[in-house]
C-alpha cells in the first residue's frame, strides 16, 4: 500500500504542468515593456521632427509584431520547453490584454474591429519567436 501511494506520489511529481504561467507573464511583460520604449521614443520623434501621426501608427504596428516575436521569445526561453506554445499564448494574451486596454480606454470606438485577425497575428508573431526562442 505504502509503495503505491509513493509511486503516484513521484508520478505526479515527475511531469512539470504544460503551460508555465510564469513564462507566459515574463513574455507579455517583455512585449509591453519593449512598446512602452518604442512608443516612448516615437513620441520624441513626433515632437522634434515633422513626422506625422499617421506614419507613427504603421511604424508601431511592425513593431508592435517584433515586440510579441521577442516576447514568445523570453517566453519560452523562461519556460525551458514548448516554445511554440509558450511563444503563441504570451503573444494571443498581449494581444487580449491590449484590445481589453483599448476598449476600456477609448469606449465606443473601433478597437475590437478585426479583433480575431490580430489575435491570430499576435499567436502567430509569439509563436515564432517562441521557436527561436527555445532553439538559442
Known amino acids: 500500500m505504502l509503495a503505491r501511494a509513493q509511486s503516484r506520489e513521484r508520478r505526479q511529481t515527475a511531469y512539470p504542468p504544460p503551460v508555465d504561467a510564469r513564462a507566459v507573464a515574463v513574455g507579455v511583460a517583455v512585449t509591453f515593456l519593449l512598446t512602452v520604449a518604442v512608443s516612448a521614443v516615437l513620441a520624441v520623434a513626433i515632437y522634434f521632427t515633422d513626422m506625422t501621426e499617421a506614419h507613427v501608427s504603421d511604424i508601431l504596428y ?22 511554440l506554445v509558450h511563444g503563441a499564448l504570451s503573444g494571443a494574451a498581449y494581444v487580449v490584454l491590449s484590445l481589453a486596454a483599448g476598449a476600456l480606454l477609448f469606449p465606443g ?3 475590437l474591429a478585426g479583433a480575431l485577425g490580430k489575435l491570430l497575428t499576435g499567436a502567430a ?12
Open 109 to 111: 470606438s473601433q478597437v
Open 62 to 83: 511592425y513593431v508592435g509584431l517584433g515586440a510579441v516575436t521577442l516576447g514568445g521569445a523570453a517566453a519560452s526561453r523562461r519556460a525551458g520547453r514548448s516554445g
Open 125 to 136: 508573431a509569439g509563436a515564432l519567436g517562441g521557436v527561436v526562442g527555445i532553439n538559442l
